[in-house]
């Protein structure tokens, strides 16, 4: 188990905008100095909630496989919130490939 979020967007890099803007509001902190520039090589935006000091990566996502995991995951009730949790299959597929 590691010390991490990982949050599979179902979105590409357009939406990289709109992204910014929910990490400022969720006041995390981008790890990548041209956070742009990272998100285009990587497809990923890390990030780290600096009180807790976990990390969260999210990660554009754009391959069948990737839409295909998105709307199999599982919703699991957090508070008040709705959340997404891919099946251990999928986690395993998508671990294989780090």
Request: aromatic share 6%; proline share 3%; with cysteine.
């Amino acid at each position: 188990m590691t010390k991490d979020i990982d949050v599979t967007l179902g979105a590409g890099i357009e939406e990289l905008a709109k992204l910014k803007t929910a990490i400022e509001e969720l006041r995390l902190k981008p790890l990548s100095g041209d956070s742009d520039d990272f998100v285009i090589k990587t497809m990923v935006l890390p990030c780290i909630d600096e009180a807790s000091g976990i990390r969260v990566d999210f990660i554009f996502s754009f391959s069948a496989y990737e839409k295909q995991a998105i709307e199999k995951a599982t919703p699991v009730r957090l508070g008040g919130t709705s959340v997404k949790f891919a099946s251990m299959e999928d986690l395993v597929i998508h671990r294989k490939g780090d």
